[in-house]
């Protein structure tokens, strides 16, 4: 028999609940009252305290990606469906769970993995469900964290956080630091590698941090912006470049005795910075590209097999980085940087404070 409450109940702050949502891309992001999900068999409600705004909320707003010859991808093509609350970068507390959840108690600090597969595709299987061939990711296939609560589809997606670890700070290691993760591992750096970090925001400042610490790198930060450069080397970046007052290729040739970089890893990712990427890879060398900045660019396809290099596509990245990465913000070797916090019903300043660049670390909403 279903449990009715009676309206007294109905009163209860979690009884129902507010979500701010896109409901048409491009308009302002409605704040509505939804019911509060009952979280079933193996599910945890989790009441939200911190949601990370990020750069593909602004796509998901937009409703797509700029494709090749200016050709816009549709995010409804890719299975996206409005309204939809948007928000993948989420920490906060158990409120409940199914009666299948286990290893959880209420009140307990948690971080959600967000990039969650259908379980049965050859890349779930294999433990990269954020390759998923059907991918059903919290924020955008299904509601996330711009809301009061968020259900969460199985526990084994929780992950513990110690109590002196900060929500807001915490919230951002589920994709800006995951992705850099992902793509700083994904450039397979051998310690003394020369590697090339393009944009240094947030994720580029993040990489920075992951390369330096884990991988022993040399850092070579390219941006366009003094400002950034500056931090990118308080951050743990060798060597920087401006790449609007010098020539990129002939920089980093100096840089590194002429043989160019051993590996790039490029977090704007448009035709600009792609071009002058492949000029100066070293023989072997692994692209990474990470950006969603766009568009399209010009291959010479016999330099491929002759120089053996390796273009390489990096998203976000697998519940096991996220593991470890969490364990690398528990003892203070990345340090992720919040400086704007939002309300629930800042949602739509928040995405246009993003896009016009006037976020220097992340911002968060705290719903
Ligand atoms: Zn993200
Ligand atoms: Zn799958």
């Given at each position: 028999m279903r449990f009715v409450a009676p309206p007294y109940m109905q009163?209860?702050?979690?009884v129902s609940m507010k979500s701010a949502r896109i409901?048409?891309?491009?308009?302002s992001l409605e704040v509505q009252q939804l019911e509060t999900p009952r979280p079933k068999g193996s599910q945890v409600l989790i009441k939200v305290e911190s949601s990370g705004v990020c750069h593909s909320d602004i796509h998901l707003w937009e409703g797509g990606y700029e494709g090749l010859e200016g050709q816009f991808l549709k995010t409804t093509d890719r299975g996206v469906k409005y309204p939809l609350t948007p928000g993948h970068e989420i920490a906060g507390i158990v409120d409940s769970f199914g009666e299948?959840?286990?290893?959880f108690t209420k009140n307990e600090k948690v971080l959600v993995y967000p990039w969650i597969g259908e379980g049965l595709c050859p890349a779930c299987r294999n433990g990269q469900e954020n390759l998923c061939d059907k991918p059903r990711s919290l924020g955008v296939y299904m509601d996330g964290g711009y809301a009061e609560y968020v259900l969460v589809p199985?526990?084994?997606?929780l992950l513990k956080m110690d109590d002196e670890m900060d929500m807001n700070a915490s919230?951002?290691?589920?994709?800006s630091a995951l992705t850099a993760y992902g793509a700083v591992k994904n450039a397979n750096l051998k310690p003394n590698d020369n590697v090339v970090i393009v944009g240094a925001g947030g994720l580029g400042l993040m990489a920075i941090q992951l390369a330096k610490a884990v991988k022993g790198s040399k850092i070579i930060a390219m941006d366009l912006d003094d400002e950034k450069l500056g931090a990118a080397k308080k951050n743990g970046a060798d060597n920087t470049i401006n790449s609007k007052k010098e020539d990129p290729v002939k920089a980093v040739m100096e840089l590194t005795d002429k043989m160019g970089a051993d590996a790039v890893v490029d977090f704007v990712n448009a035709s600009k910075t792609v071009e002058s990427d492949i000029q100066f890879l070293r023989r072997r060398a692994n692209l990474v590209l990470v950006g969603f900045f766009g568009g399209e660019l010009k291959l010479s396809l016999v330099s491929m097999p002759t120089r053996a290099y390796r273009l390489i596509g990096s998203y976000t990245g697998t519940l096991s980085d996220m593991v470890e990465l969490v364990s690398l913000a528990r003892r203070g070797v990345i340090k992720p940087l919040v400086s704007n916090r939002f309300k629930l019903n800042q949602a739509t300043e928040a995405l246009t404070m993003l896009k016009e660049g006037k976020i220097l670390g992340r911002g968060v909403i705290n719903p």
């Open positions: 009163q209860l702050p979690n409901v048409k891309p491009n308009e299948e959840a286990e290893g199985s526990y084994r997606y919230a951002t290691l589920s994709c």
